[in-house]
């Protein structure tokens, strides 16, 4: 992506934020913001199109869409590829075509019969190149040249069991522009997890009002009063004064056991309530550690308890088949937030050994698309049937587990009160929301145009910036 002319780009975008902590409500419904993020932001970063377990054998294939573009994932025999999708005769899309903006995931295989146009036959194999050309007689040959009628590749990388896609050939790479984050998400074991379930919904509201709902923890207290019952002094460390400050994750005035027994509380409220992020399989052998000998001291207690926890669950889990990471180990070499975010929109829920994932793509200013993913390990050959598609739900349907359900409550009405009038800017706290200053100022340089480098290098900063402060992204 070439340097241009930032001051030239300025007017194309008239709300720039100019302070880190406020931000022009606009861009959350303006159509021509909206247009500047699908001509200057979409095709040049790198998208979590697929899992991988999708795509388990050669020629299995499944299309991604996103703002008007569409994309074929297929596995090869020499690996992912990925294509664009169209006909070169007359454009038509050659698998799939209905898009997915409302939760269509087109998949098949083509190892037989490749991909055939829906209109006039002419075909191509999983490589992109063109083999069949109906009635080519019909044709001047110099517009059938083998090169011209291939289809054009698209950018893929793969990494945690995801394969991502890119339109800018000349963007960093998937592992410049993301940066450490990827290797301590690695060492939790992301590319051996396995779809448990996977559910999706239209929201009424800018693809990035839905984002936000989940760059900071800040909103536990009221959104989730169930969370912040059962454990308030992790909350309270960490959003308010009761404790005594950051770090403290215990009630000083409650025993030893009193404290084990609110963190399983805590542990239960979240495998209920994300349906997947805590597994039953963790939370039994929590449980069976309620009565483990610990040292008196409440704090040393706590940390002495949870390590007994994520060694126990790394060697039982190990017993049964599944290949887990040393969790001790891990946690302490790789230490990662609850809540890691993959601009542009692609996250990751951690506790133990398993982890939520969502992503969320437009629809319009003012719709998009957000599906979720509970993800676990199996013993080989447990695994259950991959997912194909997306359980598709009403954003307020009770099947939701009860997490994802409280912030889809928010998120619509969220959308209706920014265009309230008078309500110019949305405001963040400088310490605890400043991922979404951070990753909104990203969306700027991409709009005025920044050097790739430039921009792989702010984002990296975003890694492990769950709950945490507004930076200075160097994008100015």
């Known amino acids: 992506m070439a340097e241009m002319d930032l001051g030239d780009l300025r007017a194309d975008n008239p709300l720039k934020i100019d302070n880190p902590a406020l931000i022009p409500a606009a861009r959350y419904h303006d159509e021509d913001f909206y247009r500047l993020e699908c001509e200057r932001v979409w095709p040049h970063v790198w998208q979590m199109a697929c899992r991988l377990e999708q795509i388990p054998n050669v020629g299995d294939w499944i299309e991604y869409s996103n703002v008007g573009k569409s994309v074929i994932v297929v596995r090869t025999k020499d690996g992912v590829k990925a294509h664009q999708n169209h006909c070169r005769h007359r454009g038509v899309p050659i698998a799939g075509g209905a898009g997915n903006a409302e939760g269509q995931h087109a998949h098949g295989n083509c190892a037989k019969s490749g991909f055939i146009c829906p209109f006039h036959g002419w075909r191509w194999n999983m490589e992109g190149e063109c083999t069949f050309v109906y009635g080519r007689h019909l044709f001047d040959e110099e517009v059938l040249q083998k090169d011209e009628l291939a289809l054009r590749p698209v950018r893929v990388e793969t990494w945690g069991g995801c394969a991502f896609i890119n339109h800018d050939a000349d963007a960093p790479s998937l592992r410049d522009s993301l940066g450490p984050v990827l290797d301590r998400l690695e060492a939790r074991g992301m590319s051996k997890l396995r779809s448990q379930w996977w559910f999706a919904t239209v929201l009424p509201a800018n693809w990035k009002v839905a984002m936000e709902a989940f760059m900071e923890g800040y909103h536990v207290m009221k959104t989730h009063p169930q969370l912040q019952h059962a454990q308030p002094s992790l909350y309270n460390a960490r959003y308010g004064h009761e404790t005594g400050g950051i770090g403290a994750t215990i009630n000083p005035n409650l025993s030893v056991r009193d404290n084990v027994e609110e963190a399983l509380a805590s542990m239960e409220l979240l495998g209920a309530g994300m349906a997947g992020l805590v597994q039953p399989k963790e939370i039994a052998i929590a449980r069976d550690l309620a009565d483990a000998p610990l040292p008196d001291d409440p704090q040393l207690a706590m940390m002495t308890w949870y390590g007994l926890v994520c060694q126990a669950i790394t060697d039982r889990l190990r017993a049964a088949g599944e290949d887990v990471p040393d969790l001790p180990r891990v946690m302490q070499e790789h230490p990662v937030e609850a809540v890691e975010f993959l601009f542009p929109h692609y996250f990751l829920l951690t506790y133990f050994t398993s982890m939520s994932s969502y992503r969320i793509r437009p629809l319009g200013p003012e719709s998009c698309l957000f599906e979720l993913w509970s993800l676990t390990h199996y013993p080989e050959g447990q695994e259950p049937e991959v997912p194909r598609e997306p359980v598709m739900l009403p954003f307020d349907s009770p099947d939701f587990p009860m997490i994802p359900r409280q912030d889809y409550a ?33 969306i700027d340089g991409y709009i005025a145009g920044v050097s790739g480098e430039r921009l792989a290098a702010a984002n990296r900063k975003l890694g492990g910036n769950f709950d945490g402060p507004i930076l200075d992204l160097g994008l100015d």
Do not use: A
Request: net charge positive.
């Open 410 to 442: 928010n998120i619509p009405i969220q959308q209706k009160g920014l265009h309230s009038q008078g309500l110019d800017v949305v405001r963040l706290s400088q310490d605890r929301e400043g991922l979404i200053s951070n990753y909104q100022r990203l």
